[in-house]
């Protein structure tokens, strides 16, 4: 069994920093791709960043250049620094991960169980 746990988030006021971090765990054999998403109320989840195993990273176009994604390969861990923060941020963010299991020669899509970020202005 494989679970992605995030923390970090919270209430900040605008134009503050939150940091997000998700850990996976379990019968691992591998991880592909990692990013976060996020889904704000009334609105469809999006993609927020995403990084590779070589560590390039993308991001959506509305948090460049103020969010960085990063990770460890060797604790199967992702964060997400996010700075200049604006109330259109608030969402539910979600961790993401392209799991290859002990058990499986198949790679798999794992999701965390969300964490609420709330930007007020």
């Known amino acids: 069994q494989v679970q992605l746990v995030e923390s970090g988030g919270g209430l900040v006021q605008a134009g503050g920093s939150l940091r997000l971090s998700c850990a996976a765990s379990?019968?691992?054999?591998?991880?592909?791709?990692m990013g976060w998403y996020r889904q704000a109320p009334g609105k469809s989840r999006e993609l927020v960043a995403a990084?590779?195993?070589?560590?390039?990273?993308d991001y959506a176009d509305s948090v460049k250049g103020r969010f960085t994604i990063s990770r460890d390969n060797a604790k199967n861990t992702v964060a997400l620094q996010m700075n200049s923060l604006k109330p259109e941020d608030t969402a539910v963010y979600y961790c993401?991960?392209?799991?290859?299991?002990?058990?499986?020669?198949?790679?798999?899509?794992?999701w965390g169980q969300g964490t609420q970020v709330t930007v007020s202005s």
């Open positions: 993401h991960a392209n799991i290859r299991r002990l058990t499986s020669r198949t790679y798999y899509d794992y």
């Open positions: 379990g019968s691992i054999f591998s991880i592909d791709g």
């Open positions: 990084i590779t195993t070589g560590g390039s990273s």
